[in-house]
């Protein structure tokens, strides 16, 4: 059986300075400061990252850029985490028909739900060189 749709939708940076790093972006390679992304993002005071995030965005793409955590994995009570060194994104219709992929090809993923944001869900695995890969699925009409 085929692997479900995937859409390219972000890439994700971690560092020590999230703005920082923005502004690089945004001065060096003249992208554009974006909120409107990080306004799903759950910041309860017991929310699993804490961190700081922030987004630019040019028209091909986005770029999230995410304080380093390398404790969120253990916290989360995963094996993988998304935000140590960072991740390359994806977006799909049916995250659970993903799964499903997944678990034929015998891909174990961290299944993160709706702990970063209350727009979509999330999971993250590795491919064969350890790169993070998430794919996500929106409650929105984005797809």
Known sequence: ?????????HINVCTHDAAALRDWYRDVLGMTHDTSVTRHRIVAEDALYKGGVEVVRDEAGEIHIAETDP?????AGHSVNPLLRGHIAYRTDDLDAFKRHLEE??????DYGHAFSGAWRQIFFHDPTGQVIEVQETNDAEF
């Open 1 to 9: 059986m085929p692997a479900p749709k995937l859409k390219l939708h």
């Open 71 to 75: 404790h969120l994995a253990a916290r």
């Open 105 to 110: 090809q015998g891909i174990p993923y961290a």
